[in-house]
């Protein structure tokens, strides 16, 4: 195994103190790991709850649903960060990612729920038979990838952190619907995390620095506990041990429950082709197609496993990008250990629990400097393009629509059928923008660069 100063020595030009195939030493991996798990959970836990709330979940339910997300997740990352099978037929991209389950199928499962009255049964069903379809659209991405130029992956990089930051500075105000929301509690906290971080990234040395997110991340919990701002009785509620169980809330294969959910499978392919474009960048891997694809492949068999075990389609959290660069570790042993922490974490509702009762605002803090390093890493592959009239009407109008969208989503939610779905997401709205104005407008070499 490689400490950290062996893996700086040897690579004296890299910003990274671990790269991908770097192994740290176990106990530094899993105090990596859970920075990484304390990035993701509060993304991990609130579909989860969200749906169980939808379907009219009692307790008992809305508590396994959450640890069942958490087994996912855990299992997701693994399969996602690790790869495996025949480089053809490669599921996994093989970059450390951490996986859980996206905000963008909730309204198909509302639908599906409650509109179509399948239920949590025609919801996990939907889910997995759309995995299906996600996994098969996975043998189209190559022609996409042909249009995936600099322009668009700067663009797209670029964009993904910037409608990002509504969702950071919602977690600083302590999360959207918060009676309180905007206390300056809740502000003070943020800002003390986010010094905290930024001072041990920008000073510290070894661990201090690789792991400024977590710590920082615990200053903020620690100091949010004389402010009164967690309730430990959540903890005592909860059950010691929770075991998985297959199909607990049944599965309903019928195909017209899948419908609603096919935008959302659309939009995930799409999302995670710029998610790994993403990973490429931060990691400094050079992806080929087939990695890209395989990527896709990660997403659609996880979706495909996850409902079974009573968690909804699994997504790479992009949140989780924007840690690499921050810490400095791109090494996907860590992401498999974070797997596995998260995995034991679902056996444990009590020490999960711990974690749940986190108030948003310590996330949010360490969410501005995450989410605005993505941006500034599509900036920087933006700097190596020539900033023609054309390249300035794609970058222009994929960020501008696409940050639109982000900023006002209700401009497009009475869009008919598909289309709603489509542009409901920034991040979509804006990739799709790129790739189109990509392919029709003429790319022409010997065009100058605008003064």
């Known amino acids: 195994m490689k400490n950290q100063e062996t893996a700086t020595e040897k690579r004296p030009t890299s910003n990274l103190n671990y ?5 740290p030493g176990i106990l530094t991996s899993v105090l990596l790991g859970f920075q990484n798990i304390l990035t993701a959970f509060s993304g991990i836990i609130a579909v989860p709850l969200i749906i169980a709330g939808i379907a009219g979940s009692g307790v008992a339910d809305t508590a396994y649903m959450v640890s069942a997300a958490l087994l996912a997740s855990g299992i997701s990352s693994i399969i996602q960060s690790r790869g495996f099978g025949p480089k053809k037929f490669r599921v996994g991209v093989g970059l450390p990612t951490v996986m859980g389950t996206d905000f963008g199928f909730v309204p198909p499962a509302n639908t599906v729920i409650n509109t179509m009255g399948g239920g949590l049964p025609g919801y996990f069903g939907a889910s997995i038979l759309g995995a299906v379809l996600e996994f098969i659209l996975s043998f189209f991405v190559k ?59 920008r000073y510290a040395k070894g661990m201090l620095n690789t792991a400024a997110v977590m710590i920082g991340i615990v200053v903020g919990y620690l100091i949010s506990i004389p402010m009164g701002l967690v309730d430990f009785s959540q903890v005592a509620g909860a059950s010691w041990v929770q075991l998985p169980q297959i199909a607990r809330f049944g599965i309903d294969f019928n195909p017209k429950f899948v419908v609603p959910f096919i935008a959302g499978y659309l939009v995930t392919v799409i ?26 492949r990660g997403d659609a068999v996880s979706s495909f496993v996850s409902p079974f075990l009573g968690s909804g389609p699994a997504q790479t959290f992009s949140q989780n990008v924007g840690l690499i660069p921050l810490t400095k570790c791109a090494s996907k042993f860590v992401a498999v250990v974070t797997g596995v922490l998260l995995i034991l974490m679902s056996l444990f509702p009590k020490f999960s629990t711990i974690v749940s009762i986190m108030p948003s605002a310590v996330l949010g803090g360490a969410g501005i400097l995450m989410f605005g390093t ?6 920087k592959t933006l700097s190596k393009v020539k900033f023609t009239n054309r390249n300035l009407l794609i970058i222009a109008s994929s960020i501008g629509i696409g940050l639109g969208v982000t900023f006002r ?27 189109v104005l990509s392919l029709i407008l003429k790319d022409d070499s010997t065009e100058p660069e605008v003064n």
């Open 19 to 23: 790269e991908v195939s770097d192994k």
């Open 143 to 201: 022609p996409l990838m042909k249009i995936f130029t600099p322009v668009v992956t700067g663009t797209v990089i670029t964009l993904m952190g910037m409608s990002m930051m509504p969702v950071a500075f919602d977690w600083v105000g302590g999360g959207f619907g918060n009676p309180n929301y905007g206390d300056p509690k809740f502000v003070a906290v943020a800002m003390i995390v986010f010094i905290v971080i930024l001072l041990l990234n």
């Open 409 to 435: 989503p209700d401009v497009v939610a009475k869009l008919p059928g598909i289309l709603s779905s489509l542009f409901g997401s920034g991040i979509s709205a804006g990739t799709i923008v790129a790739l």
């Open 374 to 379: 993505v941006a500034v890493s599509g900036i």
């Open 271 to 296: 999302e995670t082709v710029g998610v790994m474009e993403t990973l490429g960048e931060v990691t400094g891997s050079k992806l080929t197609e087939n990695d890209i694809v395989a990527g896709v």
